[in-house]
């Protein structure tokens, strides 16, 4: 057993990582922000130990860079980025939708009754910000909606990868989305009938709403390639 000292330093480290994430989601920690070790412990109130540690976490999960005289810098993801991971999230998910309908559903309903509410739930929140245009709302719930619905797949690796993606990509998107009049008509909404065609195992009702998600994303890209401003921009406008 782990000494009691190093389970409080590994929960420390992963409180720090969890605030510091909630800061970059937020936007008040930009694209392109410096900071130290030092300034963060400060921040914090704690030791520079498992700040350092949060931080390089943080850098593992692409959301920060490091410079050996620098310090960390928030990632600056481009337009281009946001496409590929638009992109490799839907080869991911196709595979996901043809391995929810494989097994049959006596053997597979007992362990998703009970997820499926959850899911079910976190839709229902999920939409209802995205429809009000709640962004900060939005972000959590959007989170551990696809969390959730994720663990039916019963694979971790891959819902972790998935999770990672949207992440990033709430990473990039808030310093855009903040300020824009026309919020509400990019924030996709349509949590409760992803969740409706898997419940009634509808496959092509499924595909069309994981098409339907992609697709907003990626026309909200061409937009931001288009007539979007530019990163810097977007941060003096957030």
């Not at 590994?10 to 920690?29: F, K, Y």
């Not at 999960?61 to 410079?67: H, P, R």
């Amino acid at each position: 057993m782990c000494p009691s000292g190093a389970v409080t330093r590994s929960t420390l480290r992963q409180q720090i990582a969890d605030a510091l994430r909630d800061e970059v989601l937020a936007g008040r920690l930009l694209p392109g922000r410096e900071f130290t070790v030092k300034q963060i412990a400060e921040q914090y109130g704690v030791s520079a130990t498992p700040v350092r540690e949060a931080l390089f976490d943080l850098s593992a999960q692409g959301l920060l860079e490091s410079d050996q005289h620098r310090g960390f810098r928030v990632h600056q993801f481009t337009v281009a980025d946001y496409r590929a991971m638009v992109e490799a999230r839907a080869l991911v998910m196709d595979g996901v939708i043809r391995d929810v309908f494989h097994e049959p559903v006596a053997e597979r309903r007992a362990d998703y009754r009970d997820a499926l509410v959850s899911v079910r739930r976190r839709a229902e929140e999920a939409a209802r910000a995205a429809r009000s245009g709640d962004l900060d709302i939005l972000i959590g719930y959007d989170l551990r909606f696809w969390r959730e619905l994720g663990g039916l797949i019963g694979n971790g690796y891959i819902s972790d990868f998935l999770h990672r993606l949207r992440v990033q990509a709430w990473v990039f998107a808030v310093p855009y989305l903040r300020g824009d009049a026309d919020l509400r008509d990019w924030l996709w909404n349509g949590h409760t009938e992803l969740v409706a065609a898997i419940t009634h195992r509808d496959r092509e009702a499924l595909r069309a709403a994981i098409d339907g998600y992609n697709g907003h994303a990626l026309s909200w890209a061409d937009r931001l390639a288009g007539l979007g401003p530019s990163a810097e921009e977007a941060e003096e406008r957030a």
